[in-house]
C-alpha cells in the first residue's frame, strides 16, 4: 500500500524523479540527494512502511539479501575503505522521512561522517532482566 503524500512512495513508484541504481517489484535503490559521502545511496521499499516496527516478514527478508548485493557492488565500483549501513526509527533516532529506508554511506579515509557514539557500561543484572523479556516476545 502507498501513502498518500509520502515523498519515498513517490520516489518508489517514479513519480518523483531519482538518481535510481537499480529497481525490482518491492525495491528502488537511489542515491541521497544530500549525501554525507560520495556513493550514499538509500534502499527503499516500494510498499510504505513508517519504520522498523512495521516492516513486515516478506520485506525484511529481502532487505538485507539486496543490501548485501548492493555494498558488494559499491565496493567494486567505489575506492571505499568501509561502509555504515544506517537505518534510523523515529524523529529522535535521526528518522526524517517516515517511509523506511537504508541508508548506505560508504567511508573513506579523512571524510566527515560520523556515527559513532560514547561508550556506555552495562548493568550486568539488568542485561539478563532485558535478554529474558525482550527474547520472551520474539
Ligand atoms: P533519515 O534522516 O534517516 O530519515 O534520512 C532521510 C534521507 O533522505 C536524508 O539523508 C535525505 O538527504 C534524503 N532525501 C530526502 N529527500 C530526498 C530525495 N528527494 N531524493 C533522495 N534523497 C532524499
Ligand atoms: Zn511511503
Redesign the pocket.
Known sequence: MKKEDC?FCK?GAGE?P?TTIYEDDDFRV?????P?SKGHC?IVPKEHFDDVFALDEPTASKLFVLASKVARSMKKELNLEGLNI?Q?NGTIA????FHF?M?MIPRYAGDTVNVKWIPGEADTNELQELAKSIGDNL
Open positions: 515523498l520516489i518523483i531519482s537511489f542515491f541521497d540527494v544530500s554525507a538509500l544506517v534510523n535521526g528518522q526524517t522521512v529506508h541508508h
